[in-house]
């Protein structure tokens, strides 16, 4: 398995998909009135998707995954190319850090980060931050869910693409319990190998704390999960031959 999509629930795909592909240089690959995908394959860097699609659900009141974006040198030129696009200055408690917050035009939070060694230039996205009540209990299960690997980082946990190139996941104690129901606003995606099978990895995620959730959606080609700490991912069947 490999971690293939960053899935953002939306109001208006469109508006939001645009905002988001000219932030990130993206490619767009579906472009329908409910779904917008564009493709992030920056050289050097594991291909990643980030799919928008519309979803009724309001969003959180506390976003458990979201994006960090490489700033660096560069901080400022792209806070200003984000509020260019229709981005604006978010306040969510963070005081005096080194990094921007933002929302983006749904009001999505996201942050263009300062420099750190662990980020590595060449993708637009430099971390995924996810909230994890238990640190241990997660980095098993995304290190066999993501196919990605552990790497040092500022945060307890994290893991990237084996090639070393793109951003990190990183697992981050949780300030809060995430509420019974409550979706995340954004989630991952991963898509097996061929000759991988869907059902042995399923039960491989399930013994390693994850929990099957079944949404009512009829039959699916692919398998709906929660982690440990209750944070949605999709298991994704192989590419057909």
Not at 167 to 181: D, F, M, T, V
Request: glycine fraction near 8%; charge should be negative.
């Amino acid at each position: 398995m490999e971690l293939e999509n960053l899935v953002l629930d939306a109001r208006d795909p469109q508006r939001l998909g645009a905002f988001w592909e000219a932030l990130l240089g993206g490619r767009r690959l579906t472009d329908e009135p409910d779904i917008v995908e564009t493709r992030l394959s920056p050289e050097g860097a594991p291909v990643l998707d980030l799919c928008m699609n519309t979803v009724p659900e309001p969003a959180p009141a506390h976003p458990r995954l979201h994006l960090d974006l490489l700033g660096g040198d560069r901080q400022d030129e792209v806070v200003a190319r984000a509020l260019a696009l229709g981005a604006r200055h978010l306040d969510i408690g963070q005081g005096d850090v080194p990094w921007v917050v933002l929302a983006d035009v749904e009001g999505n939070p996201f942050c263009v980060m300062e420099h750190r060694p662990e980020y590595r230039a060449g993708s637009p996205v430099a971390a995924l931050p996810l909230d994890c009540a238990d640190v241990e209990r997660a980095l098993a299960f995304w290190t066999a869910v993501s196919g990605w690997v552990p790497e040092d980082s500022a945060m307890p946990a994290a893991l990237r693409h084996p090639s070393g190139h793109g951003p990190l996941l990183e697992l981050c104690p949780e300030p809060r319990a995430k509420p019974p129901g409550e979706k995340n606003r954004l989630h991952l995606d991963a898509r097996l190998a061929p000759g991988e099978d869907l059902d042995e990895a399923v039960e491989m995620a399930l013994d390693l704390g994850g929990r099957e959730v079944d949404h009512g959606w009829g039959d699916l080609p692919w398998r709906v999960l929660t982690d440990p700490s209750g944070n949605e991912v999709c298991l994704l069947p192989p590419h057909r031959t």
